[in-house]
């Protein structure tokens, strides 16, 4: 198992700290209201009961593990169970009360950091994932239970690879990208599946690109190849093809994608066509996921952060 250096992460909690930025705070806004866009949009959800199957999983969650004492994760059940609704606000509460009790505790900042990220208040995302990855440097990594199953029902993802994954998301919407290839290359050394790594090489691409990199970003695409033995993340691998030459935009867009794909879908493909020089194009694509809502998606924020700068 490989861990990152603690040197490193040193180094990206100074860099951080001088770029620190103010965000907007939650609690000033109406109670119907989310949060703000980087556009300056009010972002509402439609809060509603969870599907009974999905409902059920997460109540049978929680109970067992209130059962077997292990009071932080019925904590984070109930509180990601308030986030599936739509109330990520409610969500963000419920982290902030169990860590108050739990201040120890990683997966707790590693939870409320994701929807510190939602709500766009990045450098308090920020603040939570650096804590989190503090808290478990030199432990063994650990798998994180998904509360939305995949097809197979096998959990890809772990502490550490979501807490990496989500730093340098935040860094990469803040546009501060050495910060974020930091993060997205202590992900890479605990990424144990084709799912993850293919998750933190498509960001890493990405801003590595941002920062003119090319030679470095050309090296990931080597690791990228038709065959990977994916379950989740096809949406990234795909997009890495077309950045790679070896898949068309037409070829990743068809009627079956989800929201969520199209969002994913939209901001890459904008990347795309903004780096090879089609702002205009490149733009309108942006333009059409914010359009098209499923504001939470992380290539709805990002496709929101291209249009704020520009």
């Not at 984070?76 to 739990?102: N, P, V």
């Not at 308090?124 to 239970?145: H, K, N, R, S």
């Not at 772990?158 to 990496?164: D, E, F, H, M, V």
């Amino acid at each position: 198992m490989r861990f990152y250096p603690l040197l490193v992460f040193v180094i990206l909690i100074s860099v951080a700290c001088q770029q620190k930025e103010s965000s907007p705070e939650t609690a000033d806004l109406p109670a119907d209201v989310q949060a703000l866009s980087l556009i300056g949009d009010t972002l509402q959800t439609n809060i509603q009961p969870l599907p009974e199957k999905l409902s059920s999983r997460i109540d049978s969650l929680s109970a067992a593990a209130l059962a077997e004492g292990d009071t932080v994760n019925h904590l984070i059940w109930e509180a990601r169970k308030t986030a599936y609704s739509g109330d990520y606000r409610q969500a963000l509460e419920e982290f902030s009360e169990a860590i108050e009790s739990y201040p120890e505790n990683p997966w707790l900042y590693r939870h409320r950091g994701h929807r510190y990220l939602t709500l766009r208040q990045f450098d308090e995302a920020i603040d939570d994932f650096q804590t989190a990855a503090q808290l478990f440097e030199g432990q063994e990594d650990q798998t994180e239970p998904d509360g939305l199953p995949n097809a197979q029902g096998i959990p890809l993802s772990s502490l550490q690879t979501n807490t990496w994954y989500h730093l340098g998301l935040a860094h990469y919407l803040k546009g501060e990208y050495d910060q974020a290839n930091l993060a997205y290359d202590a992900g890479l050394q605990v990424a144990d599946n084709d799912d993850m790594r293919v998750a933190f090489l498509y960001w890493y691409y990405m801003s590595l690109r941002k920062v003119g990199n090319d030679l470095k970003a050309g090296q990931l695409l080597e690791q990228v190849s038709p065959d990977l033995d994916l379950i989740e993340n096809t949406s990234y691998h795909e997009l890495l093809m077309v950045f790679k030459g070896e898949f068309t935009e037409k070829e990743v867009l068809d009627d079956d994608n989800s929201a969520l794909d199209n969002a994913t879908l939209g901001y890459g493909l904008g990347f795309w066509h903004h780096i090879n020089g089609r702002e205009e194009r490149a733009y309108g694509i942006w333009e059409d996921v914010v359009e098209n809502g499923n504001w939470a998606a992380f290539g709805y924020i990002a496709s929101e952060a291209e249009l704020a700068r520009r």
